[in-house]
């Protein structure tokens, strides 16, 4: 006999037979699928950045390696603050989510979990967060306070503006920021650059995954870049990517990077090039897999910002 827990509602952008599925604790799976511990792909992308950032400034300062305890803190942070946004981005959508086809099995519309509790579960992510907030310079800790700003508005933005990927770019690409500072104690030009780079190919990958909702969102009034730029989303793309590309390499290139991190930043361009020559905005299951895509393109730039200060080492 299937038991409830089993017979839970998913969503289609979680793996089928995914951990959680499989493995969890019936009565902490709603809960893990609501903090996306399901399909992790967000919490990488949310990591990247911090890790990038991390690397370049460590490359400034004449570091031969990473220090590893910052990369494993901002490895736990990313998913811990991950799975604390979209638990809140669900408490505020709740309604719309209800009425969203690739939405509607999420844990509150699907009545596995009530908006209180989810809260307090928030609260308990957001603890953790902090805990780990604590590890890292004043400096460090400030500014990933500051983030909150933008995590509080950003669920609300698709209802007023065509433009929520961009408030997403920079809430979700804080990181780069954090990263930087957690090395070097203050912000600098190319910690900006990269961040502002990192917005740019944000708003590229989430207006692709953005396609995925448009009928269900023009249905509910509400609006994305994927709606705002329609037909017209490959040019769109072009420019986005090619110029976080440029600011990725400018970046680089004032952190004192070399040759590997040119090689990485080409080969991430292919991908991101291999995206927009592939994508299919008519097609979910084509949208979904070009915006995991994604994780590759920061497994590679890491690679060789890691690859730099070990050869400049």
């Given amino acids: 006999m299937t038991s409830p827990a089993d017979a839970a509602p998913t969503v289609p952008d979680a793996r089928p037979g995914n951990w959680v599925d499989r493995r969890a604790p019936a009565g902490l799976r709603p809960y893990l699928r609501l ?21 370049m400034g460590e490359l ?10 910052h990369l494993l803190l ?28 690739r939405t509607r099995g999420r844990p509150i519309p699907s009545g596995e979990v009530t908006a209180r509790q989810a809260a307090i579960f928030m609260v308990a992510l957001c603890f953790v967060g902090l805990l780990v907030l604590l590890q890292f310079n004043t400096t460090t800790l400030w500014l990933g306070i500051a983030s909150l700003a933008l995590v509080a508005i950003y669920p609300f933005m698709k209802r007023f503006t065509y433009w929520p990927q961009l408030v997403l ?55 994305s870049t994927a709606i705002r730029f329609g037909e017209a989303t490959r040019p769109w793309l072009i420019g986005l990517y090619l110029a976080a590309l440029l600011l990725w390499a400018i970046a680089a290139a004032g952190a004192g990077a070399g040759l590997f991190t040119a090689v990485a930043l080409g080969v991430s361009g292919l991908c991101l090039a291999w995206q927009v020559a592939t994508l299919d905005t008519s097609a979910p299951a084509n949208c979904l897999v070009r915006f995991k895509a994604n ?14 200060m070990t050869l400049a080492g």
């Avoid at 901002?74 to 209800?98: E, K, P, Q, S």
């Avoid at 650059?193 to 023009?218: P, R, S």
């Avoid at 994780?295 to 730099?308: E, K, N, P, Y």
């Fill in 35 to 55: 903090a996306r511990f399901d399909r992790p792909i967000g919490a990488w992308l949310l990591l990247f950045p911090c890790w990038w950032g991390q690397a």
């Fill in 169 to 223: 770019g920079l809430t979700f690409k804080w990181g780069a920021l954090v990263g930087w500072t957690a090395a070097q104690g203050q912000l600098a030009w190319p910690a900006v650059a990269l961040y502002a780079g990192c917005v740019l190919w944000t708003i590229g990958y989430d207006t692709i995954y953005a396609h995925q909702d448009k009928e269900d969102d023009l249905a509910l009034g509400l609006k």
């Fill in 74 to 101: 901002f490895l736990a942070g990313a998913f811990v603050m991950r799975g604390a946004g979209c638990t809140y981005n669900d408490i505020v959508d709740r309604d719309i989510d209800a009425g969203v086809t």
């Fill in 60 to 69: 400034a300062a004449g570091r031969s390696y990473p220090n590893v305890w």
């Fill in 295 to 308: 994780r590759a393109v920061g497994w590679i730039v890491f690679a060789g910002l890691v690859a730099d």
